[in-house]
């Protein structure tokens, strides 16, 4: 093997460096949030039934958004439509603040949803910096920023309800602090990393359009990816954006109990994306990493919903 060959299998850690920094402070901001938005919502009267429609406002806002911001990350480059989103990020932040009325939640999750593409825009520009060899490893590098942030974040909520005592609004505006940082990250040290060799076919590219997606999924291996990211996504993140309602529950855990699960669970996501992702990919091939997590997956949510009502001892 030559000297260019061996450079190809290795990932240049350097380059993709700032963008699992600025993943890592985004996914700090988001994960001070997650435990805390249902019981939030609980604060303003909201039934369970208006808790699900709230969280998945988040979620059916991004569908929308991110798909288009993708487009015109590819048109005009990575770094100012990371920019745009973090703004968009940074206001939903500040509007859940200070919220005083259960619509203002529901406008701050909207405005953060339509500009929500911020780690799909970094794991675009992973793509950029990375070879087909060793995109696998950056890409899982991102998953072990992203669980960094879901450990983190977490504990600064902690720490941040007890300073406060229990005030939701400051963790609000402490996760706007932290979508601040990364807007200020991306600013000044992210580098662009969208070349197009070719700008006057890509200033003719066609916008987005949502007939594309479906094309997509006639196409065999990209239509049956992407039919397990649907379903995979739609039991991950019903799960996941439910849970504080359901340990408080279940369990009668509240929302600094809730998230210390939730730095547990970034903890075994920093283990696997980070440690191990890479060595399994390349031992034995992206379809059984596929395989693995969807069973994992299924075996985790049989059994949470197996967990015995019994209230914690505290």
């Given at each position: 093997m030559t000297t260019l060959e061996q450079a190809a299998e290795k990932l240049?850690?350097?380059?993709?460096?700032?963008?699992?920094?600025i993943v890592l402070v985004d996914l700090m901001g988001l994960s001070i949030i997650i435990p805390l938005m249902p019981l939030f919502a609980a604060r303003f009267g909201a039934t369970p039934l208006i808790i699900g429609i709230l969280q998945a406002t988040y979620p059916m806002m991004q569908f929308i958004g991110a798909p288009i911001l993708g487009r015109l990350s590819d048109r005009f480059g990575r770094k100012p439509i990371l920019i745009a989103s973090q703004i968009g990020t940074l206001a939903g932040f500040i509007l859940l603040g200070l919220a005083n009325t259960l619509w203002l939640l529901f406008l701050s999750r909207i405005i953060d949803g339509l500009s929500g593409a911020n780690i799909s825009t970094a794991q675009?520009?992973?793509?950029?910096?990375?070879?087909?060899?060793?995109?696998?490893?950056?890409?899982?590098?991102v998953g072990a920023a992203f669980g960094v942030g879901f450990v983190l974040g977490p504990i600064i909520a902690y720490i941040v309800l007890a300073a406060s005592g229990g005030d939701y609004r400051t963790v609000a505006l402490t996760a706007a602090f932290f979508s601040l940082i990364s807007i200020l990250l991306t600013t000044f040290w992210f580098d662009e990393t969208h070349q197009d060799d070719s700008p006057t076919v890509s200033s003719l590219k066609s916008p987005f359009r949502f007939i594309a997606m479906f094309d997509a999924l006639h196409r065999p291996t990209i239509g049956f990816l992407l039919s397990i990211m649907f379903f995979y996504q739609v039991a991950f993140g019903g799960y996941e954006q439910l849970f504080s309602l359901f340990?408080?529950?279940?369990?009668?855990?509240d929302a600094t109990d809730t998230s210390g699960l939730f730095a547990l669970a970034g903890i075994f996501i920093v283990v696997v994306q980070g440690g191990l992702?890479?060595?399994w990919s390349r031992k034995r091939g992206d379809r059984w990493l596929v395989i693995l997590g969807v069973s994992t997956l299924a075996i985790g949510l049989i059994g949470t919903a197996l967990t015995p009502r019994v209230p914690v001892p505290w």
């Amino acid at each position: 093997m030559t000297t260019l060959e061996q450079a190809a299998e290795k990932l240049d850690f350097k380059r993709i460096l700032p963008i699992l920094v600025i993943v890592l402070v985004d996914l700090m901001g988001l994960s001070i949030i997650i435990p805390l938005m249902p019981l939030f919502a609980a604060r303003f009267g909201a039934t369970p039934l208006i808790i699900g429609i709230l969280q998945a406002t988040y979620p059916m806002m991004q569908f929308i958004g991110a798909p288009i911001l993708g487009r015109l990350s590819d048109r005009f480059g990575r770094k100012p439509i990371l920019i745009a989103s973090q703004i968009g990020t940074l206001a939903g932040f500040i509007l859940l603040g200070l919220a005083n009325t259960l619509w203002l939640l529901f406008l701050s999750r909207i405005i953060d949803g339509l500009s929500g593409a911020n780690i799909s825009t970094a794991q675009a520009a992973i793509a950029d910096r990375t070879t087909e060899k060793t995109r696998t490893q950056g890409l899982g590098l991102v998953g072990a920023a992203f669980g960094v942030g879901f450990v983190l974040g977490p504990i600064i909520a902690y720490i941040v309800l007890a300073a406060s005592g229990g005030d939701y609004r400051t963790v609000a505006l402490t996760a706007a602090f932290f979508s601040l940082i990364s807007i200020l990250l991306t600013t000044f040290w992210f580098d662009e990393t969208h070349q197009d060799d070719s700008p006057t076919v890509s200033s003719l590219k066609s916008p987005f359009r949502f007939i594309a997606m479906f094309d997509a999924l006639h196409r065999p291996t990209i239509g049956f990816l992407l039919s397990i990211m649907f379903f995979y996504q739609v039991a991950f993140g019903g799960y996941e954006q439910l849970f504080s309602l359901f340990t408080l529950t279940r369990l009668g855990m509240d929302a600094t109990d809730t998230s210390g699960l939730f730095a547990l669970a970034g903890i075994f996501i920093v283990v696997v994306q980070g440690g191990l992702i890479g060595r399994w990919s390349r031992k034995r091939g992206d379809r059984w990493l596929v395989i693995l997590g969807v069973s994992t997956l299924a075996i985790g949510l049989i059994g949470t919903a197996l967990t015995p009502r019994v209230p914690v001892p505290w």
